[in-house]
């Protein structure tokens, strides 16, 4: 568990429900009823399992952006 505070987006017009996020970052991501996934707990997850989360998004649907600070976070490649 981190203490900052991430706020995490998933881009329903991308996100295909390959569910490549559950496997990085377990915790903060579920899918929904239309079987795209939904961040519902980013701040249980750290930083490293979010970003992989990123990294892992075949359709780069997804965005994690740290609120004190409102710098969008990427991954190292």
Do not use: W
């Not at 559950?22 to 915790?27: E, K, T, Y």
């Not at 998004?57 to 994690?64: E, Q």
């Amino acid at each position: 568990m981190t203490d900052r505070k991430y706020l995490v987006t998933v881009d329903h017009e991308l996100c295909v429900g390959n569910a490549t996020c559950l496997r990085a970052a377990p915790r903060a991501f579920e899918l929904n009823e239309g079987g795209q996934s939904e961040a519902v707990a980013p701040d249980t997850e750290t930083r490293e399992n979010l970003l992989e989360a990123v990294l892992l998004c075949p359709m780069n649907a997804i965005s994690v952006t740290e609120v004190e600070t409102g710098q969008r976070l990427e991954p190292e490649a």
